[in-house]
């Protein structure tokens, strides 16, 4: 059975978080998912701007008919900062701002990126995970990464099967990107679907994010035919929200674009 999928601001990637959050709430309609919902938002660092506590107060206000929750590293303050929980202990006033955020949105879950294994180990990277949420005083989620082109292709922490099986058996409550583990399929040329099914099964799996790419690289593009891991988001536990993080702007101009280049209909006669 198909999941309810819900919304991520990722669908307007530049846009202010407002215009993207009111677009959202209009309603979006996906060929695989069909309408998204807004029980649950993400807020993402895709979003142009500030997001901060008075921000976020007014998203309650405006929407209370949405659960709002932030994804990595959104911009909670005047400069842009690449935080992420391997960088836990350089970033402390961002995640401290961040978590004001968090508790201005009434927010019940956090998810973060891993970050880079030259920051910290994958014990430490977790252990920063463990004390991000006695900060935010909830659960946060890591969230699996994947391959990258060049020299150092594991330069991300959590981009191997091994270390996806690692983070598996932690105890840390993990969010599983089934379009970054199409790229870690394609780059590793092997796909652990008996491990992606573990993984979503898992009651720790507290997101699942949803997108297309064609396995080079994390495009965000809508999911338009029914990918290699369709048939396991059956085993998504209940209580996993799903996000979907297609990009609908880039799509609608796409579709402009082949709409401006079609040839004209002739007139009926």
């Known amino acids: 059975m198909t999941p309810v999928v819900c919304t991520s601001l990722a669908c307007w990637p530049g846009l202010g978080h407002v215009e993207a959050a009111s677009l959202a709430q209009q309603g979006v309609v996906e060929p695989l998912f069909g309408t998204l ?15 901060d506590p008075a921000l976020a107060e007014a998203f309650r206000t405006s929407w209370p008919q949405t659960a709002w929750r932030l ?4 911009r909670v303050l005047p400069e842009r900062r690449v935080a992420d929980l391997a960088g836990f202990d350089v970033h402390c006033d961002w995640f401290a701002q961040a978590a004001r955020v968090h508790r201005a949105l009434g927010a019940s879950a956090y998810s973060a990126h891993p970050g880079e294994r030259a920051q910290a180990s994958m014990s430490r990277m977790l252990d920063h995970a463990r004390r991000c949420a006695d900060l935010f005083g909830c659960a ?6 994947y391959p990258l082109p060049g020299a150092e292709p594991h330069r991300l922490l959590v981009s191997t099967w091994a270390e996806y099986r690692s983070l598996l058996e932690s105890d840390v409550p993990y969010a599983v990107d089934l379009s970054h583990l199409n790229i870690l399929a394609h780059r590793s040329a092997s796909r652990d679907t008996a491990l992606v099914a573990e ?22 593009q809508v999911c338009e035919c029914t990918p290699w891991w369709w048939p396991l988001l059956s085993r998504i536990n209940p209580s996993a929200v799903v996000f979907s993080e297609g990009n609908h702007r880039r799509r609608t101009l796409e579709r402009k674009s082949d709409d401006n280049h079609r040839p004209p209909v002739a007139a009926e006669r």
């Open 71 to 74: 994804h990595a590293n959104v």
């Open 140 to 145: 946060v989620a890591v969230e699996g990464q």
């Open 199 to 220: 993984l979503l099964a898992c009651e720790r799996c507290l997101e699942v994010h949803v997108s297309a790419n064609d396995g080079s690289g994390d495009w965000h």
């Open 37 to 51: 919902s807004v029980a649950h938002v993400q807020v993402v660092p895709q979003s142009a701007g500030v997001f």
